[in-house]
């Protein structure tokens, strides 16, 4: 079981950066994939970012990137999303999720854990 808690979002201008972080608690995060979701009003939730528990390898979504860094330390089991140059279309809640020894996870139905999101609103 794998216990997931958002941080990090609020309120920023456009071309703005925010930092989220992902605390886990429980057992399997060292081998966990790690993910980043978004749903914005009225959209279903989409893939960001994905990172492997080897801390190197990492996927991303064509909308961010170049723009959005996952990171993760396994010895603190945080996962991050350093997101810059930030759009008016990045404004939805942030969802962490994870999946135990899989590698990569693009689709959110593959994801067993999910945090309860963290709201991220871009004005412009």
């Known amino acids: 079981q794998v216990q997931l808690v958002e941080s990090g979002g609020g309120l920023v201008q456009a071309g703005g950066s925010l930092r989220l972080s992902c605390a886990a608690s429980?057992?399997?995060?060292?081998?966990?994939?790690m993910g980043w979701f978004r749903q914005a009003p009225g959209k279903e939730r989409e893939f960001v970012a994905a990172i492997h528990w080897n801390t190197v390898s990492s996927i991303y979504a064509d909308s961010v990137k170049d723009r959005f860094t996952i990171s993760r330390d396994n010895t603190e089991n945080t996962v991050y999303l350093q997101m810059n140059s930030l759009k008016p279309e990045d404004t939805a809640v942030y969802y962490c999720a994870a999946e135990l020894g899989r590698w990569p996870i693009r689709e959110s139905k593959e994801y067993d854990y999910w945090g309860q999101g963290t709201q991220v609103t871009v004005s412009s």
């Open positions: 429980g057992r399997g995060f060292s081998r966990a994939c």
